[in-house]
């Protein structure tokens, strides 16, 4: 897998909030990230708003981005999702399975990987994550650091080539903290990109990322 490399030219995002009539504008004028990218800032920033547009969950007002080559304007929202992955910064939002094996298995199925192969790819990966003592268990009642696990690893099933993730190390200590690098560093060994939204410069700096600043909605 060679880089995969996102960019952005002349972007502008406007959200207004029609309750507190509050209005937020995000400008990011040139940006191109592939390998690992960290995007740091206070809260109210921008960076989930910049995550969002790079996974496509949110759409631009003005401007463009780029996956490789090829503009994201003309993706429907499954060819993104094959593309680039997204942690949210609460992993149970994004988990929806009553059995961490069932959340890996079901998105393989619905792709028509039949049963059988499905399961055995998701124990593979839950292998892969060190989560194989969780396979039988509830989803609800897992740690924070194994619903984290739990969410890349549905990621990573649809094999992504580049990720997104919200904050990931709320919430986790600092031997969880390592075990999250770790699994990182490992996908970008095997060529995956990776947009790291935090405020959490040790764990920036263990992930050797290059860093970028957000203030005030202008990525810097």
Do not use: W
């Amino acid at each position: 897998m060679g880089d995969f490399v996102v960019t952005i030219k002349d972007l502008t995002f406007k959200y207004t909030d029609r309750y507190r009539r509050s209005s937020f504008e995000l400008v990011v004028e040139n940006f191109a990230a592939s390998g690992c990218t960290a995007v740091m800032g206070e809260n109210g920033s921008g960076k989930t708003t910049l995550g969002k547009l790079v996974a496509g969950i949110l759409r631009p007002t003005f401007g463009q981005i780029f996956y490789n080559d090829m503009d994201i304007a003309g993706l429907t929202l499954a060819q993104i999702g094959g593309q680039v992955g997204y942690l949210f910064q609460e992993p149970s939002r994004q988990i929806f399975a009553p059995k961490p094996l069932e959340e890996i298995a079901m998105p393989l199925e619905l792709r028509g990987v039949c049963p059988e192969e499905a399961r055995a790819k998701a124990l593979e990966i839950l292998e892969k994550f060190e989560l194989s003592h969780i396979v039988d268990s509830v989803t609800f009642t897992l740690s924070r650091g194994e619903k984290q696990r739990l969410a890349i690893a549905a990621a990573m099933v649809m094999q992504p080539k580049y990720f997104v993730l919200d904050e990931p190390t709320t919430g986790l200590d600092k031997a969880r903290r390592q075990i999250l690098a770790d699994t990182l560093k490992k996908l970008q060994a095997e060529g995956m990109g990776i947009l790291l939204i935090s405020h959490d410069m040790d764990f920036v700096e263990l992930m050797g990322a290059d860093v970028r600043q957000m203030k005030g909605g202008i990525l810097c």
